[in-house]
């Protein structure tokens, strides 16, 4: 049996593990949870699973946590804030880490997983997007494993099973294209946050479900295949696949195509995350390429989708610019969440963001030159706030 410790355990990611964690009892048990504020949630889900240890980030709501589970017996250890969250995840016996906290937020917990000693269920891209430069190092260091549970690296990290040293030649990431995949670029002006928020094909958190619209998603995806996978910026596609079927190809050296496919489900990525080396039965719906029908495919749209071609600039000029790009998208975007700015300006906040922290790119950053330029880059984003609301829009500074 495999222990497993989740942070992140009230949102899409976490309840997903915990729905494989509840059908798999005898493969898996839990040692540790932490989550944001939902204090309801949290309370259940220690009751049914009973960890050692939990933490809820929010300081706050810890009195509340307490009070909710005060008739439990054994009492596991509860903690609370920032240094709760990172103790949760460094904490007993646990061999596998899921790291399902949203954002950079879940950088420091999975350094501490690391140094720890445990592998990594990666499901924040954020991690590896914001930090590689420190991440990276001391996975080598210690000696654990990172293994990808998005649906799309999970699906290239399945396809590279068995295939020689040396005999990737390209990856092609598959992107849906998101709530406006069938819009027409000029409808964009008028977005609302119902409309960004009705993905097509998957049921996926409020903020990454805006990255898919913009299909930022997708280019912060390009970042972290290079750091996971090692291929040049120019090896890496991406190709607009209405249909979610195909989750990633890789091309091999001899030309060879290997995909791997499924029903739209982040359960399986993540079984296999836990599960690595073997493969578990389960009895969830078995892709039926008849019922799937027709898979299609077309390139993206560079005009309505401008965070693509940025995404790739910035992964290409490396350093702390790809903890800035990071860091001031989730402010966009928590902005336009908040009916702050319009849909079209998250694209001109976070350009205009990347422009100024060019002659200050660190080339070999530490993990404080990452902080301070995660801190940094939201509050530029602020200030840029404030120039759309003056003049309308932010003029490029390129």
Not at 27 to 54: K, W
Not at 84 to 107: F, K, M, N, P
Request: include cysteine.
């Amino acid at each position: 049996m495999k222990a497993i410790t989740l942070v992140g355990s009230t949102g899409s990611i976490g309840t997903q593990t915990l729905d494989i964690v509840t059908q798999y009892p005898d493969q898996f048990r839990i040692v540790g949870l932490a989550a944001g504020s939902n204090v309801e949630m949290l309370a259940a889900q220690i009751r049914q699973f009973r960890p050692e240890i939990a933490a809820i980030c929010s300081e706050a709501k810890l009195p509340a946590l307490k009070e909710a589970l005060i008739d439990l017996d054994p009492q596991p250890i509860l903690l609370a804030g920032d240094a709760g969250v990172i103790e949760v995840a460094r904490y007993g016996d646990s061999q596998t880490v899921v790291t399902g906290i949203v954002g950079c937020a879940g950088l420091l917990p999975t350094i501490a997983a690391i140094e720890a000693g445990k592998d990594i269920a990666l499901a924040n891209k954020e991690t590896l997007i914001a930090g590689a430069p420190v991440v990276l190092p001391l996975v080598e260091k210690h000696g654990v494993k990172l293994l990808p549970a998005d649906s799309e690296h999970s699906a290239i990290f399945q396809c590279l099973q068995g295939v020689p040293k040396d005999g990737l030649r390209k990856i092609l990431l598959t992107a849906s294209g998101g709530a406006f995949r069938d819009w027409d670029v000029e409808k964009l002006a008028d977005v609302t946050v119902a409309d960004a928020l009705k993905h097509p094909n998957w049921s996926m958190g409020r903020k990454i479900t805006v990255d898919s619209a913009t299909l930022m998603n997708k280019g912060l995806e390009v970042i972290e295949a290079h750091f996971l996978f090692g291929l040049d910026y120019d090896n890496i596609e991406i190709v607009i696949h209405p249909q979610s079927i195909i989750h990633s190809l890789i091309e091999l050296q001899d030309t060879s195509v290997l995909a791997q496919l499924g029903w739209p489900d982040m359960r399986l990525p993540l079984l296999y995350a836990l599960s690595w080396p073997d493969r578990i039965y389960t009895n969830w719906q078995r892709l039926d390429l008849v019922k799937a029908g027709n898979l299609t495919f077309r390139e993206p749209d560079h005009q309505k989708y401008p965070c693509m071609q940025l995404a790739y600039a910035v992964g290409k000029a490396g350093g702390s610019m790809p903890a800035v790009l990071n860091a001031a998208n989730e402010q966009a975007v928590a902005l336009f969440l908040d009916e702050k700015i319009r849909f079209l300006d998250i694209p001109r906040c976070i350009e205009w963001v990347c422009d100024r922290h060019q002659n200050d790119n660190r080339t070999n950053p530490s993990l404080d030159d990452i902080l301070a330029a995660d801190k940094w880059a939201r509050q530029e984003v602020l200030i840029a706030t404030e120039k759309l609301e003056t003049h309308s829009r932010i003029i490029s500074l390129r």
